[in-house]
């Protein structure tokens, strides 16, 4: 590869003249942003276990009410990014949030997407555009961009759940930001028991939905039936994956960041290729092995841990037991990378 001019060959009084100016030469750089067979990448393969994690979430919500805090997180910063940034990857923000019995977190909206995958507790719910939407373990509730939603807790003990965001990108755009709004009236009817089954669609008169997001929860006991009944119907298929999608329109449940659930059999040794999009696996039940193969590290998913893995990086799950399904969720960055048409799969 040809070799390119360096800044320092460059006369002083010239690069004096051209900062002055607001002006910089690409050659000395051009590598740096455009480097040859695969990008540039700051994201690092990284693990939160959730038994470190957890008791840090719980001292957080001794030392500082809902009321200080609003949102009551603790951020899952990827270390190749700086913990300053705030970002699980280059579009992705993870973030653990803790709602404790008889806590509301205030009405808002904003500009970032974002999803809640529900790690543990009961009695919780979140309430989207007047639905309201009960938090179990293993579902997953959206909340959308520009979408009212609080969160309430009417049960007797802590609530946790893992929040997803395309927050870094939409900040990099500059164009984050929130509104605070009033307590939501909740309106009748659920999205997830209208939406809930595969080739039907409500049609009320003949007339289809009109809602941009017509299913906000994606209830887990039905996703974990659609996995075993996948794997049933078809033994011999390697991968038993399952795409969360809008039911109106079979595109993704959001326009960013895709979201999925995955099982392993028991004993499984699954290869995801390396692909374009920055990926995050949460463990929902039973417990993975995972190997970032370019990176050379591998970690050991128990329960509620969460890890990601860098673009361009194959992946490897084990599922640790030999009698045993794991259930494994996992959210990408494949929305935006087909949008901007740079999605890539290889080998």
């Not at 455009?34 to 939160?48: D, I, K, S, Y």
């Not at 946790?160 to 755009?173: G, H, K, N, R």
């Amino acid at each position: 590869m040809q070799e390119l001019g360096r800044l320092e060959d460059l006369p002083q009084d010239y690069r004096d003249e051209l900062k002055a100016l607001n002006l910089v030469p690409l050659w000395p750089s051009l590598r740096g942003v455009l480097p040859p067979h695969v990008p540039t990448r700051q994201t690092r393969a990284t693990h939160w276990p959730y038994a470190s994690l957890k008791p840090l979430l719980l001292k957080a919500g001794e030392l500082t009410p809902i009321e200080k805090a609003e949102r009551r997180v603790l951020v899952l910063a990827n270390p190749g990014h700086g913990l300053e940034k705030m970002q699980a990857s280059a579009a992705m923000y993870l973030g653990m949030q803790l709602l404790l019995p008889g806590e509301w977190a205030p009405s808002h909206r904003h500009t970032p997407n974002a999803v809640r995958m529900i790690v543990e507790g009961e009695g919780a719910y979140t309430t989207v555009d007047g639905e309201k939407c009960p938090m179990a373990r293993g579902d997953l509730i959206l909340t959308p961009t520009g979408l009212w939603h609080e969160h309430g807790h009417d049960g007797t003990e802590p609530v946790v759940w893992l929040d997803v965001l395309d927050l870094p990108l939409v900040y990099y755009m500059e164009a984050s930001y929130h509104l605070n709004g009033e307590r939501q009236q909740v309106n009748p009817g659920r999205g997830d028991r209208a939406w809930t089954r595969a080739g039907v669609v409500p049609t009320t008169v003949f007339q289809r939905s009109d809602k941009r997001y017509p299913m906000l929860r994606y209830p887990w006991a039905d996703t974990r039936a659609a996995l075993l009944a996948l794997a049933d119907d078809q033994p011999a298929q390697e991968c038993v994956q399952v795409t969360y999608i809008n039911p109106e329109t079979g595109e993704d449940a959001e326009n960013i960041l895709g979201f999925y659930a995955l099982m392993l059999k028991p004993g499984q040794t699954l290869r995801l290729p390396a692909r374009s999009p920055a990926q995050v696996f949460h463990q929902i039940e039973g417990g993975t092995q995972v190997t970032v193969d370019g990176a050379g590290q591998t970690f050991t998913l128990a329960e509620a841990d969460t890890c990601c893995a860098p673009g361009y990086t194959a992946v490897t799950l084990k599922n640790l037991s030999a009698d045993q399904p794991a259930f494994v969720f996992m959210a990408d960055e494949s929305p935006l990378h087909r949008k901007l048409g740079v999605y890539e799969v290889r080998a």
